[in-house]
């Protein structure tokens, strides 16, 4: 019972209601099954869209993209590190340094270099959005194609081109999965 399960005097009412649930707390005396709805519901602003839009997207895909840089420039400065001074024969504190210094300079220049190509492709694909007035597969593909130009234009026609042409590959690699999946939701919502 419930006044039973606190130890205190207990308003019976919620065991008139359903006598095997017990609230959430002494304190709020109701039914835990009342409040429960069919769906999350939240609260957005008046004539706000429901999903994030590009430009709040943009934060989690900059930290996201120098947290994974710093990660894989970690691990590569370990192995190379490692590798390095064990080729030289050095042990003890020296080997440790040597090691540290592999992996934060690794680390840190990998973290930097896809924290910028995530601002780069963040601000055209903020921009785009915004001059399209439309945020769709055209504006992420337009947004990395100039992404890869622009990070590889200071390094010969050549390299802009191919960076280009790697930035639209990924781009249109992420645009089929991702349509795939909406699709896939799709079907499984009408079936």
Known sequence: MYAQSFGGQGDNNLASLSPNVRPLSPFLNIDPNAIRGTQPEFIFPEGAARQRGRFELAFSQIGGSCMIGAA??????????????????????????QVLNHVMKQGAASANTLGVVAV?????????SWARGED?????????????????SSAGLKRCMLGGGVGFGLAAVYCLWASRVRMDNVRTMHF
């Open 136 to 152: 769709d597969e055209y504006n992420t593909l337009a947004a990395a194609s100039a992404t890869g130009l622009l990070f590889k």
């Open 120 to 128: 780069m492709y963040s601000g055209f694909g903020v921009l785009l």
């Open 72 to 97: 894989i420039g970690g691990g590569t400065g370990l192995y190379k590190g490692l590798r390095a001074s064990t080729l030289a024969g050095e042990t003890g504190k020296l080997r440790r340094t």
